[in-house]
């Protein structure tokens, strides 16, 4: 009631010893539908709770779509995706560890629009004390893109494979790492407005990236390997 969203369920399923599966699962506000999905399905391991540890044996979510509305003040977002799967062996809530030992994302849209009247909160924030490592990010078929305030640069993203391996992303002392990283772009689109007005589209095709041994923090940003291959070469700026 706080929030003033609704929420609906059309049928739960449990399973022993703790499997559940939630079929179309949705919140609204105002009859604005905020999350939808047709079926989440969650299957923990408690083998390990004495010690302060859960396992994510799957948490699948499949046919959904997602709405910020006015969620979040700095931007808007709207996504759809066909699967999301997630496998996580351990999350140690006292060390402040969470394993992502896979993630898949297939068939997504995901479009991010920054507000142009926004009052940009600069209170520092306490740091937040958690390792996430990650042994595979997959996103296959997937479409991203992009609106800054005002529509000055504007980008759209046509995914066929995109791939993260072995990194860790240390939210306590702000330094992120990966192994291996590589994407295969379908088609990249970036249009920029000038400072006459003018509106300028820079089309690329066939595009793949892929660096190793990517290493960021708040000083310093490092890469061993770095390949960039485009079908075409883009027009000059």
């Known amino acids: 009631e706080a929030t003033g969203m609704n929420i609906a369920l059309g049928s739960v399923g449990i399973s022993f010893p703790l499997d559940i599966k939630l079929e179309e699962l949705s919140a609204r506000q105002n009859q604005d539908t905020i999350l939808y999905t047709g079926s989440v ?5 408690f083998s390990k709770i004495h010690k302060k540890q859960i396992g994510i044996e799957t948490i699948e979510i499949v046919n959904g ?11 808007k977002i709207n996504s759809n995706w066909g699967k999301i ?20 994302v297939e068939d997504c849209s995901l479009h991010i629009a920054l507000q142009d009247t926004t009052i940009i909160d600069t209170t520092a ?21 992009f ?12 995914i066929r494979n995109a791939y993260i391996s072995h990194g860790d992303i ?5 330094i992120y790492s ?16 000038d400072s006459f007005g003018k509106l300028k589209n820079i089309p690329f095709t066939s595009t793949s990236l892929s660096v190793e041994d990517f290493i960021m923090d ?15 070469s883009p027009e000059t700026l």
Do not use: H, R
């Not at 799967?85 to 898949?104: M, P, Q, R």
């Not at 740091?127 to 893109?145: A, F």
């Not at 240390?170 to 702000?174: A, E, G, K, R, V």
């Not at 990966?178 to 407005?193: H, Y």
């Open 178 to 193: 990966v192994a291996n990283l590589g994407i295969d772009i379908d088609t990249l689109s970036v249009s920029m407005t």
């Open 41 to 45: 399905v969650i299957d923990l391991d």
């Open 65 to 75: 779509s997602f709405n910020s509305l006015s969620l979040i003040p700095q931007m």
């Open 125 to 145: 924030s306490e740091p937040i004390p958690w390792l996430i490592q990650v042994d595979d990010i997959g996103i296959k078929n997937s479409i991203i893109s």
């Open 170 to 174: 240390d939210l306590l002392n702000s």
């Open 218 to 232: 708040t000083t310093y940003v490092g890469i061993q390997n770095f390949n960039l291959n485009t079908g075409n």
């Open 85 to 104: 799967l997630l496998k996580s062996e351990s999350t140690d809530f006292d060390k402040g560890v969470a394993a992502i030992n896979g993630l898949s």
């Open 147 to 158: 609106n800054s305030a005002g529509d000055t640069l504007c980008t759209l993203t046509k």
